[in-house]
Each structure stands twice: as structure tokens, then as C-alpha cells.
């Protein structure tokens, strides 16, 4: 009979970690990290497949830690683990969490540098001695051809979120610090998905890897109460957005839509109508995002409007609901965005707006995760349309959203809304770019 490991003392996580890890309300392991803390001890190399939210960050972490505490002395220059991610909000999510983990420890200073800070301070941080690196291939690359960074003592690579550098073109970039490397070194992947992409590069960068694979239908389900809205065309969804909004149970939530354009439109409009309303996309600078990040965790921020690649690894206890105002293309899209509630022991709700030409896509989701999504209805606000079972809208699940933009007209037809402020839509087209 099996014996079902319940502690992280139990992994052989470093016992002063676990008092850490106890001080910071963390006494259970996720199923994650039950399964890659083992592997990663024996000093295997790893590609797991797991979302986020799942407690990744940990899985990796803390036996990197442990190996640290057992032997805290080696010689020569930079850091003993090197974690890179693809994002600044990220890097300094796993910034946070290394430094949470390790408190108190001989040889565990961390070091973060991401793209968009001044590289006088990275430059001063990089001259002092430290154990862990964080950081974002682009700035970890250009300081390493600038001779700032060596890997003289590296014991451990850990790609965090392969999948989203790849889409972001860094490569090249993980390919490059790679090389820079001993080839005696634990490398480490995680990922949401296993694309041919990420599976080509773990084939270069791994050697001999366990997989893990974290079942998507499994994850989380409990924690976020997942709901679908029928729509008939972009007013409604704004009407509906409103009265979701009002409601005393949502703390903080995140809109999501499929453009840059629509973001800051729609995030105008919420703080014409008096809410605390801010948009986050690509187009914004590394500045600008910081303030609308720091404005979304002290609550000055009730509600992010944003778009995907800028929302990914936001990790903010507040967070009560996700709101797909635009459903997205990709279903694994869709569980990065409910992702984003639901976090660290907490629930939350994530609902989305589903017109006429959306039901392939959310048949699509549904697949993906392995369950139907319950749909449930507004008083007085019911969509016209209701789907029937098997019922894919006329299109396939790359086809486009219904709605386009705010103030527009309902388009007619299939098409959703139009553009801003008019326009028919014929077509349902968003307008502006994604990002």
C-alpha cells in the first residue's frame, strides 16, 4: 500500500525551509510539488507540464534550497540557481517567493534582473556576491555579453513558463545562456502546454528528463467556480459587466478582452461610470505597468482591465472574480486567465461573456478541461439565444469573437457588436491589435 505524502518535511524539504515554509502558512504540498520535490532531490532533470496557480514556483525552489542548505560552500563566481521567466512580474513573483523560502539561510542571497530597470543598480547587485538569479533572458543576456554574469558554480536551470518565452521569441536568448553553462547541471522545465516548440527545446536543453503532467480536468476545479453568461451582442455585455460589477462580493476583479484597444476603452468607461478602473496591455511601458500593478495589490485598483500577455503571472490575493468580457481564441488562454483567482488556498469565480459565435470556442474549452461549464442566467438580462446541445455557432474554435468594441451598435446577425462608438460589425471584428 502506497503512503500518501501529506508534509514537506516528508519530500526531505531542509528542515529550517520548512519552519519558513510554515511561517509563510504553507503545511501542505500541492500534488505538484508532492511529485517534482522527489525528483528533483534525486538530482534528476524535469519537464513538467502544470499551470499556474498549481504551486510550481515552490516545486522548484525549495529543493534547489535544500540542496543550497546541505552544501552551502562552492567555489567560484555567480549564482548556484538561475531561474528565468518571461516576464518582469513574474521574476519578481519567484524574486519573492525565493527570498520568503530561504530566509535565515547561509548562501541564499537572490538576485533579480528583468528588462526595463536601470542597469547601474543591476550592475551593483551583480558585482555583490549572491546564490540565486532571477531573471528574463533579454537583460540576463546582455549582462552576460557585457561579462557581468558567470556561471562558474551553476547547479541548477529552471525554465519557468518555457511555453509563454517561446511565444514571447526568446529562444534564441534560452538557447544562448544555455551554451554559457556547465553541461553538468540539473536543468528544469515548466510549462502549460507541450507544444512541439517547447518539446524541440527541452530535447536540446534537458538530458534524460522525468515528465510530470499535472491533469488539467484535475486542477483546481473546486477553488474557482467557473460560469458561462449567453450574450447577444457587445451593449449586453455591458450591461451585464455593470451589474456583476455592483455586486458587494466581488474585492477586486480582472476584465479581460482581446485587444489593446478595447482595454483602455473599456477601462475609460468604468471610470467614467465612477469605478476604480485601470487597463494593463503590451503597449503600456515597464513604468507605467509597475504603478498599475502596484495600484492593483495596495487597492487602489478595483479593476484591471487587460489583455493576456500582460496579465500573465499576476498573482494578487485580492482577486475574487475573472470576468472574460471577450472570450478567448485558445483554451489555454482561458485557464491562465481564470488562473489568476482562485489562488493559495482561496476561491473565486470566474465568468464569461459567450455570444452566438463563441460556442465553438467554448465547446473547445470545455474539452480542454474536461467538464461543462455551468451557464447561468441574469433576471431581467437573459440572452435571446440559447444554444442547443452540440451547437458550435456556425464556426470552428479559431473563429472570431462576436463583439468588437464599447459604444458600438449590436452589428446584426451573428456579428456582434462593431467598432467604437458605431459601426455595424458585419463580421464581429475586434479592432486593434492584441497584446
Same mark, same amino acid.
Given at each position: ?26 503545511? *501542505? ?8 520535490? /522527489? ?6 532533470? #524535469?519537464?513538467?507540464? %502544470? ?20 552544501? /552551502? ?16 512580474? #513574474? ?24 528588462? =526595463? ?22 537583460? &540576463? #543576456? ?63 536543453? &534537458? ?44 474585492? *477586486? ?32 511601458? *515597464?513604468? *507605467? !505597468? ?11 485598483? !478595483? ?27 485558445? %483554451?489555454?488562454?482561458? $485557464? ?32 480542454? $478541461? @474536461? ?6 442566467? $441574469?433576471? =431581467? ?5 440559447? /444554444?442547443?446541445?452540440?451547437?458550435? @455557432? ?5 473563429? !472570431? ?23 455595424? @460589425? ?10
Amino acid at each position: 500500500m502506497t503512503t500518501v505524502t501529506t508534509t514537506f518535511a516528508d519530500l526531505g524539504v531542509n528542515a529550517h525551509i520548512v519552519t519558513n515554509l510554515t511561517d509563510l502558512g504553507l503545511t *501542505q504540498p500541492t500534488p505538484v510539488q508532492a511529485q517534482a520535490i /522527489p525528483m528533483l532531490l534525486e538530482g534528476h532533470d #524535469l519537464i513538467a507540464k %502544470a499551470p499556474t496557480g498549481t504551486g510550481k514556483t515552490a516545486a522548484f525552489l525549495l529543493p534547489g534550497l535544500t540542496r543550497m542548505a546541505d552544501a /552551502p560552500d562552492s567555489e567560484g563566481r555567480g549564482p548556484r540557481i538561475l531561474v528565468l521567466a518571461p516576464t518582469r512580474e #513574474l521574476a519578481q513573483q519567484v524574486t519573492k517567493a525565493a527570498v520568503g523560502f530561504g530566509r535565515g539561510m547561509r548562501g541564499a542571497r537572490v538576485v533579480c534582473i528583468t528588462g =526595463g530597470e536601470p542597469y547601474p543598480i543591476q550592475n551593483r547587485e551583480l558585482s555583490k556576491p549572491y546564490d540565486i538569479l532571477v531573471a528574463t533572458p533579454g537583460r &540576463l #543576456l546582455d549582462q552576460m555579453n557585457n561579462g557581468r554574469v558567470r556561471f562558474d558554480r551553476l547547479d541548477m536551470l529552471v525554465l519557468d513558463e518555457a511555453d509563454r518565452m517561446l511565444d514571447l521569441g526568446f529562444a534564441d536568448d534560452m538557447r544562448a545562456i544555455a551554451e554559457a553553462m556547465p553541461q553538468e547541471r540539473q536543468t528544469v522545465c515548466f510549462t502549460a502546454t507541450l507544444s512541439p516548440s517547447v518539446v524541440r527545446l527541452a530535447g536540446d536543453l &534537458l538530458t534524460n528528463p522525468k515528465t510530470l503532467e499535472v491533469a488539467q480536468q484535475d486542477t483546481r476545479r473546486d477553488a474557482i467556480d467557473q460560469q458561462v453568461i449567453y450574450v447577444d451582442h457587445v451593449d449586453h455585455k455591458r450591461e451585464l459587466l455593470s451589474h456583476l460589477l455592483a455586486d458587494a462580493s466581488v474585492n *477586486q476583479a480582472i476584465v479581460f478582452t482581446s485587444t489593446k484597444r478595447d482595454a483602455d476603452q473599456l477601462a475609460a468607461e468604468l471610470e467614467d461610470a465612477g469605478e476604480a478602473a485601470g487597463a494593463l496591455h503590451g503597449d503600456l511601458n *515597464q513604468r *507605467q !505597468r509597475t504603478r498599475m500593478l502596484e495600484a492593483l495589490r495596495r487597492g487602489r485598483c !478595483r479593476v484591471l482591465v487587460a489583455t493576456d500577455v500582460a496579465a500573465r503571472g499576476i498573482d494578487v490575493a485580492g482577486i475574487t472574480h475573472v470576468i472574460n468580457f471577450d472570450l478567448p481564441r485558445q %483554451a489555454e488562454d482561458y $485557464v491562465h486567465r481564470i488562473g489568476r483567482t482562485g489562488r493559495a488556498g482561496a476561491t473565486g469565480t470566474a465568468i464569461s461573456f459567450v455570444s452566438r459565435r463563441d460556442v465553438g470556442v467554448l465547446r473547445s474549452i470545455e474539452h480542454y $478541461v @474536461g467538464d461543462k461549464v455551468r451557464v447561468t442566467e $441574469v433576471a =431581467g438580462m437573459e440572452a435571446r439565444f440559447k /444554444p442547443q446541445e452540440g451547437d458550435r @455557432g456556425g464556426m470552428g474554435p479559431r473563429g !472570431r469573437s462576436g463583439g468588437g468594441g464599447y459604444r458600438g451598435g449590436n452589428g446584426g446577425g451573428n456579428g456582434g457588436g462593431g467598432g467604437y462608438r458605431g459601426g455595424n @460589425g458585419g463580421n464581429g471584428g475586434n479592432g486593434g491589435n492584441g497584446g
